[in-house]
């Protein structure tokens, strides 16, 4: 049974820095796109990164681009979220998704998903 678990997530002062971690279980990383997601303010799944099975191939979302960065260790079945500069507007739940194959940004293509670990970022 393929099994996606989010940690990481916290309280955080605008300006700083988390790490989101993905741990999957039931299945290995080879051949799996691993994306995030979080919830937009009309509770739609908006995407934030994703990287696949290919070496380096990854893609952000224009709201993130340059302050966060995703990586993945498929001997660890994990993939992190290193996300620095952190706005209030990135405050959110954050969602680990998996599919077979490469990246997309539609969270329609994504058939195994975490339960999601809170972000807050405030004074």
């Known amino acids: 049974q393929l099994q996606?678990?989010?940690s990481g997530g916290?309280?955080?002062q605008p300006g700083g820095s988390l790490r989101l971690s993905c741990t999957?279980?039931?299945f290995t990383l080879d051949y799996y796109a691993i994306a995030w997601f979080r919830l937009g303010p009309d509770n739609e799944?908006?995407?934030v990164a994703g990287c696949s099975w290919k070496p380096n191939d990854t893609r952000y979302?224009?709201?993130v681009k340059g302050r966060f960065t995703i990586s993945r260790d498929n001997a660890a079945s994990m993939v992190l979220l290193q996300m620095n500069n952190l706005k209030p507007t990135d405050t959110s739940v954050y969602y680990c998704a998996a599919r077979l194959g490469l990246i997309?940004?539609?969270d329609v293509w994504y058939n195994s998903w975490?339960?999601?670990t809170q972000v807050t970022v405030s004074a």
Do not use: K, P, T, Y
């Open 10 to 12: 916290g309280l955080v």
């Open 104 to 106: 997309n940004s539609g």
């Open 61 to 63: 979302g224009d709201s």
């Open 114 to 116: 975490g339960s999601g």
């Open 24 to 26: 999957a279980s039931g």
């Open 45 to 47: 799944r908006v995407f």
């Open 4 to 6: 996606l678990v989010e």
